[in-house]
């Protein structure tokens, strides 16, 4: 039954290069992988605009603190438990297939690496309960944010746009938008989470961490915005086909500026003067237009679809997927599906004459 | 295990009719499932129907006008079976509950201000093209024109919805139970009722 | 060392015992075998045929992702292509391999000749088999899952997901929870009561000891997707309102259901793993793992502690914050009897007298590459840190550094192990270091950059990205990893499918190693051992032979198993054990169409039954040969 069997390598079974090389390699595989964080350094536009290592709010800062604590503990941890790795390779004798092998130490027992396990065992033991502590602080440092003054945002989620509504002691002061959102600098934000229909989640990662919406029930997220600025947040739960395509864009400006804007908001739509847009206005009005969408002024009050009563002064269409502008407005409408597969917004042929005049209405819209 | 390779290269090969027979009985079953499950998000888009299409043939009855036709070859369809898409029947409901068809017709279709849509009784036709006709062109009584209002594709897509309340679409296709309160029986379960040629309108409100 | 026993068994004795464990010729004959190491290298294989094309789907994926707004895949494929990643991945290859690999070891690990059960083992495998290609088969016609592997309502509900596409998913849950819950029952069965004389519990092999702690999570974990399946098909097909809050019915219902089987589940593949890592590091030190009751002890407190973490999947829901820093510390605490584990080896290795060949590199890689997973692991317990990176590409990248490092590096090093033991034949070792090294770098090549994507804001299960955020270059990274990972992949492959011809032959025990299977020929004899072994300590083959070492007497005329006590493996009873018979197969067809049937309609529970009664009653109809043969087995008591 034992056959003889050649040696399988015919390097001699000395202590080899192996240790050497895997740990070479383990280094290098390090390296490459570690290489792109420095190409963090020279970010094109936007880079940073949805990234939780660029904190621009309170929310966020206190969990990137937890995260550089938790970055370094584990990393502490990980190489020592690799040193430990790495001198048990280095410091054990090599063996072959013909080695006898090591029983009797085991039946004695072995006091030395029983201490060591126990004590590595003890130690980590220690280490959870301070990372668990740290965790624990973080969360409740995180729920006492100060919310005096609190700025009262009900955000709904649909597939695949972002419906905000501006709550106000004072009813007559609400107002709705969509997948535009701006906060005052330095303002805490109470936000209500509704969804329509599926699981979405709010997340603006250079706020605060993520939220999610779910149908049937009411969420909240505290946050505040204390540097000014554009930031990007994306939908974070899979929601359907255009889960890719749910941006969310949060443009924090000082107080007078969100108030400017938030009057701007609370205005009715302004009847337009030029008679093309008039047109454009009566095709919006008696088209499929009306069936989705509302505009505050006229008689469009449907809520399938982002209010557009000041569409033009948003910076992106279709939640973050079309930059605004008229050429692309165009031909956002008139085909949809080719930015948005999926899309629930029907696509129109229009005639062009009809179609410049819908794109000249709208565009009045600020 | 030489010798076991051995062995099988020498014996012939047994016949495999089971194969076969099972590819063919499949085949149909896979056809189907092809178009159940297409989802085309990418169709070219329709120019808005300004003027409402002819109208399909109208139910003989005391308010009948001039019979006129529309044919599934009209541009609308598209190759899309709508009947056997259960996405673009999802969508019809979809659109069922954002137009606020439910509103008159209640939740389910079972009627209130507007019939009923989940029985038998059909004033205007009970075949797709006359379902879209009635909801392009609106009909006596309240029944709103769509036309202009939603896109061909929306349509197709409602009526192929409502066709399913009363149990005209293949289980398979047909939606199951809605995401909220009571709106009766899941569309694929409910008993496919026979449409009736003699039906009366609806007593005037 | 191991010595040939001095007792040689007489060949007539021999061929007549492999002449009555021999399987019936022909194709029927193939599709009635019930010996376990048939069952359990077709299980194995099919297990691999599925890692291949998951990983087929996952290339895809990483080839649409290399450009931001690539048009190679489109939303609607891309999230078939996820789903069917992760479905795959999940449930059609990590813990089946696992289970695979038990079937063909643990009944030689414990000197039995048969595994427990033999004809629901393998209808087991039939059903796993047709469940992971009706899954593939609905995948082909565009009737494949498009809701992710978890399949949350009400995106999977009946409003949001027309069509049968989801009802085929939760019917593959059915398909592989009952497989699983069977293989379970199989091998907690084997390791309780067929154990060779002498192995008690405490001399059980580590390895097996973690298949018998998976096993028993299996059959705790699985009927909560059970029910959660249930409740979607039940919702989709016939109207319930389980996940339908406008009714009564609840959307994180489903969560709290998958998840309690969910994360588990990840310690089905994990646990498994860490069985494969005391085997090799124990050939590979020439010395036994130290501190046996510590690791046993470890994997039986990571088993019980892994049933209380599931809600770490849900810290971005509106559960009460309280509750949720419970899970943090459970999710924290679980990374101690792991640790345990990690030292014991550390402790092995380092007293060890280190042998370097494939398996034990596999082996090795695990302290990188897990431990790594583990440390993100941590972070990803804590609650604030979780609600930046949950849904990122930051789990995608703990995920797979944990389940690849923890599961896969050993499986593979497992199948260098093992391989001579199978087929008779020994993998190229020069093949397996090019596979090794290569798919050490593309891994990490692969999985490292995701970590920084994650933080850097980038969400999972997106099919396209906008240029300009900062991930394009990282992403392209990724890509040429996974590159680099499919050619490993392919050398697996190649090294595997040459070895079977070209491979040096191994012998009984072509790594000297300790435990069971190694005294039994490459590959075993029929009835697995000529005589069944007597085991007197922990590492039968290394230890000096003591009488008795083997059990004589067990019929070679009939089937014949010899079952023991629990605890001590004391002889109890001999046992009488089935023929091959088709019906396991013919129950998994029956089964099948049932299980199909009800995608399609309620009624076809009910029609769909009566096949499979037929197909079982001839299953347990007793055969009057067979019950004459048990008779004449039977002694009358002294």
Same mark, same amino acid.
């Given at each position: ?40 350094? &020279?970010?094109?536009?936007?880079? !940073?605009?949805?990234? &939780? ?21 584990? !990393? ?132 605060? !961490? ?49 108030? &400017? ?7 009715? &739509? ?97 | ?205 | ?7 040689? =068994? ?141 399949? %949350? ?32 029952? =199989? ?79 990840? %310690? ?23 501190? %046996? ?11 019980? $502690? ?66 790594? *997973? ?5 972070? $990803? ?26 599961? =896969? ?50 969400? #999972? ?8 955020? *900062? ?17 490993? =992949? ?68 009939? #089937? ?47 029609? *769909?039954? /009566? ?17 004459? /043969? ?9």
């Amino acid at each position: 039954m034992a056959t003889r069997i050649r040696p399988l390598q015919r390097r001699p079974h000395a202590r080899g290069p192996e240790p050497r090389t895997f740990a070479a390699a383990a280094l290098a595989a390090l390296v490459l992988g570690l290489l792109p964080l420095a190409a963090v350094a &020279a970010p094109p536009f936007g880079a !940073g605009s949805q990234d &939780a290592l660029r904190t621009g709010g309170p929310q966020a800062a206190l969990i990137l603190d937890l995260w550089r604590l938790l970055l370094a503990v584990c !990393g502490v941890v990980f190489a020592a438990v690799m040193a430990a790795f790495g001198v048990a390779l280095w410091r054990a004798r090599r063996g072959t297939r013909d080695t006898p092998p090591e029983l009797q130490g085991p039946l004695r027992g072995e006091p030395r690496s029983a201490r060591l396990v126990a004590a590595a065992t003890g130690a980590s033991a220690v280490g959870l309960c301070g990372l668990i502590v740290a965790s624990v602080l973080t969360d409740r440092a995180l729920a006492r944010l100060p919310l005096s003054n609190a700025l009262h945002v009900e955000l709904t989620a649909h597939q695949w746009w972002w419906q905000a509504r501006y709550d106000d002691a004072d009813p007559s002061r609400t107002f709705e938008t969509a997948n535009e959102l701006h906060l005052p600098a330095g303002r805490p934000v109470l936000l209500t989470l509704h969804a329509d229909d599926v699981i979405h989640s709010f997340w603006v990662p250079n706020l605060s !961490g993520k939220k999610d919406l779910i149908p049937g029930r009411t969420a909240t997220l505290a946050l505040r915005a204390d540097v000014p600025g554009r930031y990007r947040g994306q939908c974070a739960e899979f929601c359907g086909l255009q889960h890719a395509g749910m941006a969310l864009e949060v443009v924090v400006e000082p107080d007078a500026a969100y108030a &400017a804007w938030a009057e701007r908001q609370r205005r009715p &739509a302004e009847p337009p003067t030029d008679p093309q847009a008039q047109r454009g206005q009566r095709l919006f009005l008696a088209g499929t237009c009306a069936m989705c969408h509302a505009i505050q002024g006229t008689d469009a009050a449907a809520r399938r679809a982002p209010d557009l009563t000041h569409l033009a002064g948003r910076a992106r269409l279709a939640a973050g997927t079309v930059p605004n502008g008229r050429a692309q407005l165009a031909a956002w409408i008139a085909d949809p599906a080719a930015f948005k597969p999926g899309t629930n917004m029907p696509g129109h042929r229009y005639a062009p004459e009809d179609l410049d005049a819908l794109v000249a209405y709208l565009e009045t819209l600020r | 295990m030489c010798s076991r390779c051995r062995e099988r290269c020498h014996r012939p090969r047994p016949p495999r009719p089971a194969l076969g027979l099972a590819l063919a009985l499949s085949l149909p079953l896979a056809l189907a499932g092809c178009e159940r499950e297409a989802r085309r998000l990418e169709l070219p888009p329709s120019a808005p129907l300004a003027a409402p299409s002819k109208a399909g043939v109208l139910y003989p009855g005391p308010y009948a006008s001039a019979p006129v036709r529309v044919t599934a070859a009209d541009p609308v369809v598209r190759g899309q079976r709508v009947e056997e898409n259960a996405y673009a029947v999802s969508q019809g409901k979809r659109w069922f509950r954002w137009f606020n068809c439910s509103g008159c017709h209640a939740g389910g279709g079972g009627g209130d201000m507007g019939p009923p849509l989940s029985d038998d009784r059909w004033l205007y036709g009970h075949e797709l093209p006359q379902v879209v006709a009635s909801i392009l062109q609106g009909r006596p009584n309240g029944m709103p024109a769509f036309a202009g209002r939603v896109s061909e594709e929306q349509a197709w897509q409602l009526a192929a919805y409502v066709r399913s309340l009363s149990g005209q679409l293949r289980s398979d296709v047909a939606g199951g139970r809605s995401d909220a309160m009571g709106s009766g029986e899941p569309e694929q379960r409910r008993e496919r009722e026979v449409p009736r040629p003699d039906a009366a309108p609806p007593t005037v409100r | 060392m191991s010595e040939p026993p001095a007792d040689a =068994v007489p060949a007539a004795e021999a061929a007549r015992l492999h002449a009555t464990w021999s399987d019936p010729p022909g194709l029927l004959g193939r599709l009635a075998s019930i010996d376990h190491k048939v069952i359990g290298r077709r299980f194995i294989a099919t297990a691999f045929g599925f890692f291949l094309a998951g990983g087929l789907l996952a290339a895809l994926m990483r080839l649409q992702l290399a450009r931001p707004q690539n048009g190679l895949v489109g939303p609607d494929l891309y999230a078939q292509l996820f789903t069917m990643h992760g479905t795959t991945m999940m449930f059609l290859f990590a813990v089946p391999v696992m289970q695979a690999f038990a079937v063909y070891l643990v009944p030689l690990m414990v000197g039995a000749r048969s595994i427990a059960f033999p004809r629901m083992n393998a209808f087991a495998y039939w059903i796993y088999l047709m469940g992971g290609l009706m899954l593939y088969g609905a995948f082909l016609l565009n009737v494949g899952p498009d809701a992710g592997w978890f399949a %949350y309502v009400p995106l999977a509900g009946p409003e949001y997901s027309p069509g049968k596409r989801v009802d085929f998913w939760a019917q593959l849950i059915t398909f592989t929870e009952l497989s699983g819950l069977l293989e379970a029952i =199989v091998i907690i069965t084997t390791v309780f009561k067929l154990r060779a004389p002498g192995m008690a519990l405490h001399r059980v092999p580590l390895f097996v000891w973690a298949m018998l702690v998976t096993a028993f999570m299996v059959l705790f974990a699985m009927p909560a997707v059970m029910l959660a399946s249930t409740g979607l098909i039940l919702d989709r097909l016939v109207g319930t309102h389980f996940y339908n809050p406008g009714e009564g019915g609840d959307a994180l219902l489903w969560q709290h259901l998958f998840w309690f089987f969910g994360h588990p589940e990840v %310690y089905f593949i994990f646990i498994p793993g860490l069985g494969f890592m005391s085997a090799l590091l124990a050939t590979f030190s020439r010395r036994p793992v130290f501190g %046996y009751s510590a690791m046993v002890l470890s994997l039986i407190a990571t088993a019980f $502690l892994s049933f209380g973490l599931w809600v770490h999947h849900m810290f971005a829901t509106n559960l009460p914050e309280l509750g949720k820093s419970f899970f943090t510390a459970a999710s924290m605490m679980i990374a101690i009897p792991s640790a345990v584990q990690i030292f014991c080896w550390i402790a092995t290795l380092a007293t060890g007298r280190l042998w370097f060949r494939t398996p034990m590199l596999f082996a090795l890689a695990f302290f990188f590459i897990l431990v790594l *997973g583990g440390m993100t692991g941590l972070m $990803l317990a804590s609650v604030p840190l979780d609600l930046q990176v949950h849904d990122t590409y930051f789990v995608v990248a703990h995920l797979h550094y944990v389940l690849i490092g923890g599961a =896969v590096f050993p499986l593979f090093g497992a199948l260098y192990y093992w391989y001579p033991k199978m087929t008779g034949r020994l993998m190229s070792e020069r093949l397996g270091r090019w596979n090794f090294w290569l798919f050490f770098v593309g891994f990490n090549l692969t999985f490292f950059p995701m970590h920084q994507l994650g933080l850097e804001g980038m969400p #999972r299960r997106v099919y396209t990205y906008p240029a300009g955020l *900062g991930w394009d270059g990282l992403n392209l990274l990724a890509t040429v990893g996974a590159l680099v990972i499919a050619a490993s =992949v392919a050398l697996l492959l190649f090294n595997a499918w040459r070895s079977a011809r070209h491979g040096e032959p191994a012998g009984d025990n072509p790594w000297q190693a300790a435990t069971l299977e190694w005294a039994t020929a490459s590959p075993p004899p029929r009835a697995n051992f000529d005589r069944p072994p007597v085991v007197h300590g922990r590492e039968p083959l290394w230890e000096a032979p003591r009488e008795p070492r083997h059990v004589k007497g067990l019929a070679t005329d009939a #089937r014949e198993v010899l079952v023991t006590t629990v605890l001590d493996a004391q002889p109890d009873h001999r046992a009488g054990y089935p023929d091959p018979s088709i019906w396991p197969f013919v129950s998994a067809l029956a089964t099948t169409v049932l299980f199909v049937g009800s995608i399609f309609t309620p009624w076809a529970a009910v029609w *769909g039954l /009566a096949p499979v009664a037929i197909a079982l009653t001839a299953w347990f109809w007793p055969k009057p040969h067979e019950t004459d /043969a048990h008779l004449r087995m039977e002694r009358a008591p002294r």
